[in-house]
C-alpha cells in the first residue's frame, strides 16, 4: 500500500485546498493529512487562522478523500511521521518548491500545482474588509507598532495623528502613510480603529471621543490611571458595539499563554508567590522621568508586572502595600508592590533607574516555574522540582517585537472573533487601572524613601 502525507492549516477550506488533497490521493493508496495546531501557527507567525481546529479538521473530513487526520503541532514532525507511519510520498503545493526537499532522504517529495487565484488569506480579506487604522501618537512605541501591523493580515495603517503638526508630518513621511493630521475629528473620518500611544494621561479623552464615534481602540498600558474611567470607557465601547482592548503585549504571547496554562494546570500544586521584576534604565531627560505627574516607574511598567499576579492570583486580594524610592522631582524611580491574598502573596518590581533581573518566579506547593528574562518576551521557562530529574524546560517563540500578537488578537475581535477576549480581560484590565489609582493616590506617604 502506497501511503502519502501532506501538511496544511486549512483554514476557510476552499477550492485549492479540495483540489490539492484530491491529488495527493491519487498519488497513492493512503492518505494522511497533518493539520496544525492554533499554537504551533501562533508559534510559527501565523496569527491569523479564523477556523478553530475542531472546525478545520471537520472541512478536511467532509472531502471524503482523507483516510487519516493528524496533528502537527511542532516543529521537525514531518520527518518523525514520515518515519513512523511508513510514508511513501511527501507532498504539498508548488508555493513550497523546495522548502520540503531535505525530506528526500525519507521518501518521495512532490510538489503539486498551486490552483490559481484562490488562498485562505483572499478568502479572510473577502470575508472581512481591512481594518483602517488611525495611529495617536508617534513616539518609541508607535513606531514600533507599523512594522509590527504588517505581519497581521486584514490591517491598514492609514493616517497618523499628533497634536504637534510636525511630528505628525515627519512620521507619516518616515512611515509612508496616506494622511497626517493635528485636528482629532478629521483624523477620525474614514478609519475604523484607533491605537493610541500617546502620554498615559491622555489616553481616555482620546478613548472617549474615538468610541463616541464608533471607532475600535487598541490603547497602550496603561490605559487610564484610574477604576471608573475604565469601567465607564468599557461600558461605553459595550453600548456603542465597539471593541476596547488594553495593550499590555505579553497578555497576547503564546510563551505567556504558555506559563499560565502550566500553572493552571496543577504542575507546581497551589500557587503561594508569584514574584515579577521588569527594570529598563531609562534616560533622565525621557518623558518617563521627566513628567513629574504621570511618569515614573509605576505607571510606565506597572501594567507588566501587575499583569501574571491579578492573571494568577485573581483581582481580590486583601491588601496591597506600595514602596517606592523616589527622584527628588517626585518620580518614583524603583517601585516595589507587595499583595497579601487569603492563601498566597505577591510581590511586582519595576525600575526606571534601577536594575535587576528580569525574571518571573512562580512558587506553588509542589514546585515553581522560574520564567528567563525578559520574562514580558517570554521565550523560555522552566518547572523545577525538589527532586531535580522531574525539572522540565519549555521554549516558544517570541516573534520581533512581539505587538503582533495583540494587533492580530485586536484584528480578530474588531471581525466580531472574540474568542481570544480571555487573555486579558476587562475585569483584569480594570483592576490594573485601580492598581494605578492607588499607587497614584498615596505617592509620596509613608514607606518611601526620597533619594
Ligand atoms: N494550496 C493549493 N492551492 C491554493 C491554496 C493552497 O494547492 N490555492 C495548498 C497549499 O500549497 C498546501 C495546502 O493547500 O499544500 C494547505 O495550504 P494552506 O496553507 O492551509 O492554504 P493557503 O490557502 O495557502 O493558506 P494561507 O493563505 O493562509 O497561506
Not at 51 to 61: N, T
Not at 191 to 217: C, F, G, M, Q
Not at 257 to 267: D, F, T
Request: charged share 25%; aromatic share 12%; proline share 2%.
Amino acid at each position: 500500500m502506497k501511503k502519502v502525507i501532506t501538511y496544511g492549516s486549512f483554514d476557510l477550506f476552499h477550492e485549492g485546498h479540495y483540489r490539492l488533497l484530491k491529488r495527493a490521493k491519487e498519488l497513492g493508496d493512503y492518505l494522511i493529512v497533518g493539520i496544525t495546531t492554533e499554537q504551533y501557527d501562533n508559534q510559527r507567525g501565523k496569527l491569523n487562522v479564523v477556523d478553530s481546529l475542531m472546525d478545520r479538521i471537520e472541512h478536511v473530513k467532509q472531502t471524503g478523500l482523507v483516510d487519516e487526520i493528524i496533528i502537527e503541532d511542532h516543529i521537525g514532525q514531518k520527518t518523525e511521521d514520515i518515519i513512523k507511519y511508513n510514508i511513501d510520498v511527501f507532498t504539498v503545493g508548488s508555493d513550497w518548491t523546495g522548502v520540503f526537499d531535505y525530506l528526500k532522504e525519507y521518501c518521495e517529495v512532490v510538489y503539486l500545482e498551486r490552483t490559481r487565484g484562490v488562498s485562505s488569506t483572499m478568502k479572510r480579506a473577502q470575508n472581512y474588509s481591512i481594518i483602517r487604522l488611525g495611529i495617536v501618537g508617534t513616539g518609541r512605541i508607535a513606531k514600533r507598532f507599523i512594522p509590527e501591523a504588517k505581519y497581521v493580515s486584514g490591517i491598514n495603517v492609514e493616517a497618523v495623528y499628533n497634536p504637534n503638526i510636525d511630528s505628525a508630518r515627519n512620521f507619516a513621511e518616515q512611515f509612508e502613510l496616506e494622511r497626517f493630521t493635528e485636528e482629532f475629528e478629521q483624523f477620525m473620518d474614514g478609519i475604523d480603529a484607533i491605537y493610541i500611544a500617546s502620554p498615559h494621561e491622555t489616553h481616555y479623552e482620546y478613548i472617549k471621543r474615538a468610541l463616541t464615534e464608533h471607532k475600535h481602540v487598541l490603547c497602550e498600558k496603561p490605559m487610564v490611571l484610574n477604576e471608573n474611567e475604565a469601567k465607564e470607557l468599557y461600558a461605553l465601547a459595550k453600548d456603542n458595539d465597539c471593541i476596547l482592548m488594553e495593550g499590555i503585549k505579553t497578555a497576547y504571547c503564546p510563551g505567556f499563554q504558555q506559563v499560565l496554562s502550566v500553572v493552571r494546570s496543577g504542575l507546581i500544586g497551589k500557587v503561594c508567590d508569584v514574584e515579577a521584576c521588569f527594570t529598563k534604565l531609562e534616560n533622565p531627560l525621557s518623558r518617563e522621568l521627566t513628567d513629574v505627574k504621570y511618569g515614573g516607574s509605576f505607571t510606565e511598567l506597572g501594567s507588566y508586572a501587575l499583569l501574571p499576579i491579578i492573571k494568577i492570583l485573581g483581582k481580590n486580594y486583601k491588601n496591597v502595600f506600595f514602596q517606592s524610592i523616589y527622584a527628588e522631582n517626585g518620580i518614583d524611580m524603583y517601585t516595589k508592590v507587595h499583595f497579601e491574598y487569603e492563601k498566597a502573596m505577591a510581590t511586582a518590581k519595576v525600575g526606571l533607574q534601577a536594575k535587576s533581573e528580569g525574571q518571573m518566579i512562580i512558587s506553588g506547593t509542589k514546585g515553581y516555574v522560574i520564567v528567563d528574562a525578559p520574562w514580558w518576551k517570554t521565550s523560555s521557562f522552566e518547572i523545577r522540582y525538589e527532586d531535580s530529574t522531574y525539572n522540565e524546560k519549555y521554549f516558544s517563540k517570541f516573534l520581533g517585537d512581539g505587538l503582533r500578537y495583540e494587533i492580530s488578537d485586536f484584528v480578530s475581535a474588531v471581525n466580531g472573533n472574540e474568542k481570544n477576549g480571555w487573555k486579558l480581560t476587562r475585569e483584569e484590565s480594570i483592576a490594573i487601572a485601580r492598581l494605578m489609582e492607588c499607587f497614584l493616590s498615596r505617592k509620596g506617604l509613608e514607606n518611601d524613601t526620597i533619594l
